[in-house]
């Protein structure tokens, strides 16, 4: 895991002079391929960010690469929705102004930026069967949270406890030794800073895992820390994040290959073997294996993983999340005067605006995290969107006939994701960091789960750099 002996300026330099720009400038890639020492052949299994830009990487140094992704199209995890007006995404949304191998990507691929939309500032809160606008909350009878908490509202009690007196200076700190005595249940620690049984009631189902009890502090903590040094004012890729990775893959020099569902791996002393549900097979010197453990746990592995890296596989926790987007017919907030945003402690969790430049609402998203979204996703649609319409008559009846579903995502029931994001439980950190990404024979190791320093979509091209350079050593 370590970066020993790579300058990463020197790195990415490599990669500047040579496949990136080359394919996007057009100029032949033979030149590339010259700069090989000896023919190597990788087969990079996945085409999200993490797949995408080890490809890139590995031809910039002149390595033969297939990428092989199970879906008909590439990005898994950043997915812009180019059918729904305003091109909402349904995964990775927003970034900030130091992600910088995604700004340097960006760059290169010369793709515009510009603001996403910032978080809504007036919302309604739909508490105990109340609503309460923000300005109100503390004076509510709904209220009961203590008097420390009282004047901070649901939506806001997450960040007061992570980001007051995170013990994480920086944001690799969570995988040092030192902190192992936070490797505890969130809750728990939570419940330590002073936290009611009611301000855990109200942060538990919109926070970002499934559940404060089963996740770990020092991932938690460890998470904020990373958010709070990398984020800042939240920026995204003009129309759409999708066409960041588009733009990845045309880059590359061979097509990545889609619909290749992969269901074995092989190690050998001389190379691997990938093998497809489809029976197409691929052999290669060497394969690095991105897919989120949440399903790779379905894919046979041969000779089997050493017994802490397998049990990782296995047991790495992954967020459910379930997006139901929203048409509005009517603008319902006109109606009864409250903000379009909704915020409540019923399973429907938020309801969000989605705006134009002009700050027109063009659509909304209810968004469910964690235990309620296990529950939709056991839905039939029909069944979802009965429930959607009682749910939004109790806590929002102005949204009534007022707004048409028009898609659902869940990420806890795609199949080539089966979730939005991974985080470790509590003990799992001391138990598995350290052995979940070692290279495996020939086979090794990315994507978001595998990274330490940074969050979203820049853990994903962290881990991109760190497999590249294992391969390039391993190369000799
Ligand atoms: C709802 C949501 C919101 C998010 N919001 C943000 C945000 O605002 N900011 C941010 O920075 N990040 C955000 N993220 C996180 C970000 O999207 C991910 O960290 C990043 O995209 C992960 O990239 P990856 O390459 O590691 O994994 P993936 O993108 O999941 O790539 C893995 C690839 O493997 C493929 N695959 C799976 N199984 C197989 C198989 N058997 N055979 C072959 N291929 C297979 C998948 O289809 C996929 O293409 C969000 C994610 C979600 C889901």
Redesign the pocket.
Known sequence: MSNKGWNRREFLWGVSQSALTLAVLGRTSQQVIASTKKPTSVLV???????LYTALLLEAKGVSVTV????DR?????HTLDDLPGKPE??????GKK?QRLLDLTERLKLSLEEAQPFEKELLLHIRGESITAQNWAQSTANKLTENERNIIPPRLLVHYLQKNNPLKNSTAWTDPKHSDLDISFEKYLRSKGASDEAIRLMEPTYITNGLDTTSALWSLGHARKFQDYFGKPIHIKGGNSRLVEKMAAALKSPVKTN???ASIKSSKTGVEVNCKDDSRFKANYAVV???FS?LRE?EIAPALPEKQAEAVQELSYTA?T?IYLKVLQPFWEKDDYPPMTWTDSPLQRIIPIRDNAEKVTNLICWVNGKNAQMLDTMSTKELSQFFNFEIKKIRPAMVNNVDIIKLVS?GKDP??KG??SYFAPGQISRFRDAMAQPWGRIHFA???TAIAS??????LE?AERVAKEIFTAIG
């Open positions: 299994l996945g085409a999200g960010l993490s797949g092989l992704e199970a879906r590439i990005g898994g995890r950043v349904a995964g990775a949304i927003s970034f992600y290749k569902v992969v991105t897919l989120p399903v894919v999340v997006k990420w080539y994701a939005a994001y994507g978001e789960h969050p979203g979509m820049e853990s994903a881990s």
